[in-house]
Nanobody
Framework: QVHLVESGGGLVQAGGSLRLSCAAS????????MGWYHQAPGKQRELVAA???????NYADSVKGRFTISRDSAESTVYLQMNSLKPEDTAVYYC?????????WGQGTQVTVSS
């Protein structure tokens, strides 16, 4: 079993920055992928960024050049540094871990970007 705890969401003005953190506990064995998804009201949950246990990253086109995903494997923690935030980035952000052929989700953290 894997348990995820997210932190770092909040309200920020357009152009500002936020850093999300997600600490994972439980059986986090390699290989695995940790990532962030977001879901805006009335829309489907979408991948924002992901990073494998080998360090390979993947980003949604809408956040390339603005967001950076990183991880501390020793601490089983994944981070999302979000810069140059836009109102359209407003959503609930969910941490995800894919390991042992299963998906695990955090409870979500709200990010609101005001114009």
């Amino acid at each position: 079993q894997v348990h995820l705890v997210e932190s770092g969401g909040g309200l920020v003005q357009a152009g500002g920055s936020l850093r999300l953190s997600c600490a994972a506990s439980g059986s986090i064995w390699s290989p695995n992928t940790m990532g962030w998804y977001h879901q805006a009201p009335g829309k489907q949950r979408e991948l924002v960024a992901a990073i494998t246990s080998g360090g390979t990253t993947n980003y949604a086109d809408s956040v390339k050049g603005r967001f950076t995903i990183s991880r501390d494997s020793a601490e089983s923690t994944v981070y999302l540094q979000m810069n140059s935030l836009k109102p359209e980035d407003t959503a609930v952000y969910y941490c995800n871990v894919y390991v042992h052929n299963r998906n695990y989700w955090g409870q979500g953290t709200q990010v609101t970007v005001s114009s």
